[in-house]
């Protein structure tokens, strides 16, 4: 808003507080947990990006399919994470469509997942059903790619959003998504030990498409969590597991708190990441890194880990949907190559930066465009990114393409480019103390 309209930080929030989309759930939303998992994560994130409201249209008392405290309703689920119910229908309203079986109009778009798929559809497709397993991944992408085209064309930064099919799979994200090898097994092994670095924006919806995975109760299952600051308000737009209750409380602690509710232990590491971390015996081998600066992520390859997955996102209106994901080690780049020659090449936009500069507290996370070189922070953008890192951490140990880099925009998902080895993961997976510590089957 800021930078495509010359906004102060006051106009632009009024301007969100205008924006609103509509969620219509049909009866097929009863038995897919893709679906589910692509529901809850448009109610979650548009919840933070469309201020005027989430009108959500849901059948009577679905039954949850995902892993939730209280295994309470769906409709209670997305109650509680900021859906509006309502059966008035505003005229021309932009609607997402959630299996309901209707084609859809101008204004409207059918949401599609299955484990390992996730997208959209337009008007002059025949979608088909969803899936039916017990994966979240291809649901939190497809969810978080229907708020983001919806928020995109809202805003008007790109009128024409909604105008194509597309998608991803996140098995073969080099593959057309909709090809009979785009999608991944339906047995797989999951990660149960990892280490967190970063608990903000990105880290948090790492943490979200973790949580909604179906860990049995005697996994085991561990999370270290790196992080030293405080929620402020600026993280209520963007951070997944963040509620008003949780400002100048510390980001390990909300996200701990909100892992115990689940089952889910953790350790708490609550200093900053420097040279001095270094993982120890008994510890994560792999790790899931959500920095927002170049710096931290330059040194990742100094603290003993096998395995880093990390996400960079764009930083202006014309790439802040923009999604960089490497892991390292890797053949054909380092950590500190790729990272260490921005650590003071970026530099603040100026009317971003006077614009916050005019107001005393940060009001929304996404008008923090860029300040000091760090990425746009949308919550529908983490959500996207979040799938395609933990899909790589799975396929990292069930036979899956290794990929070294893959660049995806969620305004041409289908531009993709998607840098791979063109094998598997070996050596990364290779001590025997890390299979045994940090992976279960789990059959789907």
Same mark, same amino acid.
């Given at each position: 808003?800021?930078?495509?309209?010359?906004?102060?930080?006051?106009?632009?929030?009024?301007?969100?507080?205008?924006?609103?989309?509509?969620?219509?759930?049909?009866?097929?939303?009863?038995?897919?947990?893709?679906?589910?998992?692509?529901?809850?994560?448009?109610?979650?994130?548009?919840?933070?990006?469309?201020?005027? #409201?989430?009108?959500?249209?849901? /059948?009577? $008392?679905?039954?949850?399919?995902? !892993?939730? /405290? +209280?295994?309470?309703?769906?409709?209670?689920?997305?109650?509680?994470?900021?859906?509006?119910?309502?059966?008035?229908?505003?005229?021309?309203?932009?609607?997402?469509?959630?299996?309901?079986?209707?084609? /859809?109009?101008? &204004?409207?778009?059918?949401?599609?997942?299955?484990?390992?798929? #996730? +997208?959209?559809?337009?008007?002059?497709?025949?979608? /088909?059903?969803?899936?039916?397993?017990? =994966? !979240?991944?291809?649901?939190?992408?497809?969810?978080?790619?229907?708020?983001?085209?919806?928020?995109?064309?809202?805003?008007?930064?790109?009128?024409?959003?909604?105008?194509?099919?597309?998608?991803?799979? %996140?098995?073969?994200?080099?593959?057309?998504?909709?090809?009979?090898?785009?999608? #991944?097994?339906?047995?797989?092994?999951?990660?149960?030990?990892?280490?967190? %670095?970063?608990?903000?924006?990105? +880290?948090?919806?790492?943490?979200?498409?973790?949580?909604?995975?179906?860990? !049995?109760?005697?996994?085991?299952?561990?999370?270290?969590?790196?992080?030293?600051?405080?929620?402020?308000?600026?993280?209520?737009?963007?951070?997944?597991?963040?509620?008003?209750?949780?400002? $100048?409380?510390?980001?390990?602690?909300?996200?701990?708190?909100?892992?115990?509710?689940? #089952?889910?232990?953790?350790?708490?590491?609550?200093?900053?990441? $420097?040279?001095?971390?270094?993982?120890?015996?008994?510890?994560?081998?792999?790790?899931?890194?959500?920095?927002?600066?170049?710096?931290?992520?330059?040194?990742?390859?100094?603290?003993?880990?096998? =395995?880093?997955? &990390?996400?960079?996102?764009?930083?202006?209106?014309?790439?802040? $949907?923009?999604?960089?994901?490497?892991?390292?080690?890797? &053949?054909?780049?380092?950590?500190?190559?790729?990272?260490?020659?921005?650590?003071?090449?970026?530099?603040?936009?100026?009317?971003?930066?006077?614009?916050?500069?005019?107001?005393?507290?940060?009001?929304?996370?996404?008008?923090?465009?860029?300040?000091? +070189?760090?990425?746009?922070?949308?919550?529908?953008?983490?959500?996207?990114?979040?799938?395609?890192?933990?899909?790589?951490?799975?396929?990292?140990?069930?036979?899956?393409?290794?990929?070294?880099?893959?660049?995806?925009?969620?305004?041409?998902?289908?531009?993709?480019?998607?840098?791979?080895?063109?094998?598997?993961?070996?050596?990364? %997976?290779?001590?025997?103390?890390?299979?045994?510590?940090?992976?279960?089957?789990?059959?789907?």
């Amino acid at each position: 808003m800021i930078e495509k309209n010359g906004f102060g930080a006051e106009e632009a929030l009024q301007q969100l507080k205008s924006f609103k989309v509509r969620l219509r759930c049909g009866e097929a939303i009863r038995s897919s947990v893709p679906l589910q998992a692509a529901f809850l994560t448009a109610v979650n994130t548009a919840a933070r990006a469309f201020l005027g #409201g989430v009108q959500v249209e849901l /059948p009577a $008392d679905v039954i949850c399919l995902l !892993p939730w /405290p +209280g295994a309470g309703s769906l409709n209670a689920i997305a109650l509680e994470l900021g859906a509006n119910f309502t059966s008035e229908v505003e005229p021309g309203l932009l609607t997402l469509h959630f299996g309901t079986g209707e084609k /859809p109009t101008d &204004e409207e778009i059918v949401v599609w997942a299955t484990d390992w798929r #996730g +997208g959209v559809f337009t008007e002059s497709e025949v979608t /088909p059903v969803n899936g039916t397993g017990l =994966l !979240p991944l291809g649901g939190v992408y497809a969810g978080g790619l229907a708020v983001a085209l919806a928020f995109l064309k809202t805003a008007k930064i790109q009128p024409q959003a909604l105008d194509k099919t597309t998608g991803i799979s %996140l098995w073969r994200p080099d593959l057309n998504w909709l090809a009979k090898d785009a999608e #991944g097994p339906a047995d797989v092994a999951v990660p149960t030990k990892l280490w967190l %670095l970063g608990l903000g924006h990105l +880290g948090q919806a790492y943490l979200w498409t973790l949580g909604l995975l179906p860990f !049995p109760a005697s996994a085991g299952v561990e999370f270290f969590l790196q992080d030293h600051d405080k929620a402020v308000e600026a993280n209520l737009s963007a951070g997944l597991l963040c509620t008003a209750n949780d400002v $100048d409380q510390l980001k390990t602690r909300i996200c701990a708190d909100w892992l115990a509710k689940r #089952g889910l232990a953790t350790r708490l590491i609550e200093r900053k990441f $420097d040279l001095s971390t270094v993982r120890g015996e008994g510890e994560p081998y792999v790790a899931l890194c959500g920095f927002d600066n170049a710096y931290s992520r330059s040194i990742l390859e100094n603290a003993g880990f096998d =395995l880093v997955v &990390e996400a960079g996102l764009g930083d202006s209106l014309e790439n802040f $949907d923009k999604i960089m994901l490497h892991t390292f080690p890797s &053949e054909f780049q380092t950590a500190e190559k790729v990272w260490g020659d921005l650590q003071t090449g970026l530099l603040p936009k100026e009317r971003v930066l006077q614009a916050l500069s005019a107001t005393a507290k940060k009001v929304c996370g996404i008008l923090e465009l860029t300040i000091a +070189g760090k990425a746009v922070s949308s919550s529908f953008v983490g959500a996207c990114a979040a799938s395609l890192a933990v899909a790589e951490l799975l396929r990292a140990r069930n036979g899956g393409l290794k990929i070294d880099k893959l660049v995806t925009q969620l305004r041409v998902p289908d531009d993709t480019r998607v840098g791979a080895a063109g094998g598997t993961y070996t050596t990364e %997976l290779g001590r025997s103390s890390y299979q045994e510590l940090s992976i279960l089957k789990v059959n789907v």
